[in-house]
């Protein structure tokens, strides 16, 4: 379930209304709660389970427990809890033809969308149902020169951009995928005109485009998609100094999987033992199923795991069978080494990283785009001698050592289209001959193909490629590296380097994060100078395990080692001390209030100078008079909002002016 950032319990002007909680509490005190409150605020979700009483725990990870609000709760309480108001950001009016309003798109804080309609009595009904759906600025679109283009976004903030530069602009209400609403009402407004669609550069926004292009193809007079060539959108790239001439046509069906030379992979054994290879029609056929009775009323089989974790039986399983998963780290945090470590536990059985039990050993393939076969055996050599086990059979691990080996999994066609490799298509046919548990990709750099690093439609086009490789009982463990500025911090990584799409498509990941502590003694220096913590970031299926504080092996090649009770206490001492001696910590966090003072003092400024501003205009005038960037300008409005009187103006613009100043 989605929850949007202002219903979680973030901080203590924001605690649990039920235990009085909130998530960045220190864990281990019994008092820390990563609840939310319902999108209506009619339940608090709280995950402290000394306070359910007869409450069932959900099925999330951590699980939670439905309190009511207001009234009798079945804790035995009554909480008397009211949601707070939000206010709009934004309405955007959607008319018929003759300019009545027919409904609103409203965008709440958060980037959170909501659509109503008026109730014809001064009010508003939250639903649609019911109501004809048009395309956004209709009468404006009728009122425009026909002989000019239009152009298709997705989103009204887009439309009203293009529409600010003079340009014929709309779009459809409910996000990417509810161009179907819209869509023979388009076909009849937009027929017999040129069409430009604009798209957002991610997978909704490749969908949006998809399923535009295909309805409006057959009745417009000339069809063409763009893409921003950096941003996501058109208006973070007219934001951005950027021009609609440097925008960048795509093809027709953008980014379509295909291949020439194998048939798609989603055929079942029997079929393909039989030398009968269907179509892509029948293969995709094959894969829908009719919901029987049983899985409404019986329990489902439960999730299969590559590993458990020993310290606590809470946690039911780490690395999820036949999923794809992630770890990421920064350059030589020792991600390709902990992964040969994987490898030895699940060939031999033994404990990983000294927590990590594996409960069905296996045979494993590392396909390594790194390394040559000289450093393979390094690696597997200092893999097995750190945990002190014997040696895995000699067919229990494969390495693929790929070092200047062209091995992208996808590749551009001469047409643009995204398609699989000749080496995807081998070694997809070779894992499945192979009996693999577990599947290492190391990294992913070498192999996702072109713009996958900033395109997420091509991310997810990779992610589709591992999950090809995987298996019921197999795991497919991708490595990539973070972003420059998460290193050497000690700080958990967030995600990956580049597209979101990489995490959001996995279905676990995990995090090396590499700390450098200062010490005097040079054994202490030498042991523990550089702590690297393991800790999962995202686990779909189950509660995330504690992180794991590791050292490297001076004797086993930088091979990663859990840090014993005395290591922990050495460690503990370093870092107090570097808490207490950090004046530089200090100087940054003077040099951020002193800005913040400063952008403040921009936001009244640029208020006073020009009462009932737009906020769009306000943030870019606050941007130059403090030197900051747009979303510091935005922050800084927020942090005075108490100071500024905000009113409704037109086309649901939000005027700022200062209070006791008129608008």
Known sequence: MSVATEQRFRNASSPCPVCGGWDSM?????????????????????????????????????????????????????????????????????????????????????????????????????????????????????????????????GERDVETLCAMGLTATTTSGGASNWRHTADHARQYLANRDVIIIRDKDAPGLKYATDAEQSLRDVVLSLKTLECPATKDVTDHIAAGGTLVELVETQREPCSLETSEAPPVWLDDETQAAGEPAGREESWASLVKSVPASWYNERPPVHEWLLRDARHAKVPGVLPLGKVGQLIAEGGAAKTMVAFQLAVAVATGARWLGCFSVPNPGRVLLVCGEEDAEECQRRVYHATAVNGTKAPAADAIEVLPLHAVSCAMLELSDTGNLCETAFLVWLRGYVKNGNFRLLVIDPLSRFAGPNAEIDNAAATRFIQALESLAAPDRVVLNTHHTPVASRGTGAEPVRGRGSSAFVDGARWQAALSVERLKFDDTDERERLGEIVTFAVTKSNYARKPEPVALRRSRDHGGALVPLDEHDFATVERARNVAALASPKRVARQAENASKEGAEDAAVLQAVSERPGIPLRELATRVAALARCGRQRALVAVDRVRDRLLVVDGPRGAKLHALKNASV
Request: charged share 30%.
């Open 26 to 154: 220190p864990r281990g005190q019994g008092k820390r709660c990563s609840g939310f409150r319902s999108d209506d605020g009619a339940f608090i979700h709280c995950t402290r389970a000394e306070q359910a009483g007869s409450i069932e725990p959900s099925d999330a990870d951590p699980p939670t427990y439905a309190h009511r609000a207001a009234g009798p709760c079945k804790c035995g309480q009554e909480h008397g809890y009211q949601a707070p108001r939000q206010e709009p950001e934004a309405t955007f009016d959607y008319q018929d033809v003759d300019g009545s309003l027919l409904f609103q798109v409203v965008r709440f804080p958060g980037k959170q969308f909501r659509q109503r309609r008026p109730d014809r009595a001064g009010g508003w009904v939250w639903k649609l149902e019911g109501v004809r759906r048009v395309l956004y600025r209709l009468p404006e679109l009728l009122a425009a020169d026909a002989s000019k283009p239009v152009y298709v976004v997705e």
